[in-house]
């Protein structure tokens, strides 16, 4: 995983520097949509990288072909309407929901308007992060 952001240009520029303090380091669903376009047939853009970290915009259109990820992932819907099947339930989402599916899980947009796009935010290691507590207790 590396640490950069994409700018407006296709430039990479390290996350570690100032170079991407101030307008650099905001990325609008305007500028995240307009490289999106740029991609012809990819639903899907990569902005931003940081650690395990990873942001892209995903804007699917007609039908979600999604597959179960490695890693877990944070949607937040930027724009449009629609039901979110999680594998198991499904329901309705709108702008500015936050939505999260564990690594390895069967998700998808479903039934959704045509100007869906998603903030798409990857962590963690493969596999996704484990669902057990930690034991925390001390013996003495």
């Known amino acids: 995983m590396t640490n950069n952001v994409l700018t407006k240009n296709d430039e990479v520029i390290d996350a570690h520097t100032d170079q991407i303090r101030g307008e650099k380091a905001h990325l609008s669903v ?3 949509l307009g490289r999106l376009s740029d991609q012809q047939e990819k639903r899907f853009v990569t902005l ?22 490695t890693r877990d992932e944070i949607y937040v819907v930027a724009a449009g309407r629609g039901t979110f099947f999680n594998g198991v339930t499904r329901r309705d989402f709108g702008p500015g929901d936050l939505i999260f599916a564990p ?9 959704f308007s045509d100007d869906l796009a998603v903030w798409v935010m990857f962590y963690g290691l493969e596999g996704g992060e484990s669902q057990e507590p ?5 013996t003495a």
């Open 30 to 32: 305007a500028d995240a």
């Open 48 to 69: 931003f990288e940081h650690g395990s970290l990873q942001i892209e915009m995903y804007a699917p259109r007609g039908i979600d072909l999604q597959k179960p990820h």
């Open 103 to 111: 690594a390895g899980s069967d998700h998808r947009f479903e039934s």
């Open 134 to 138: 930690e034991d925390v207790s001390h």
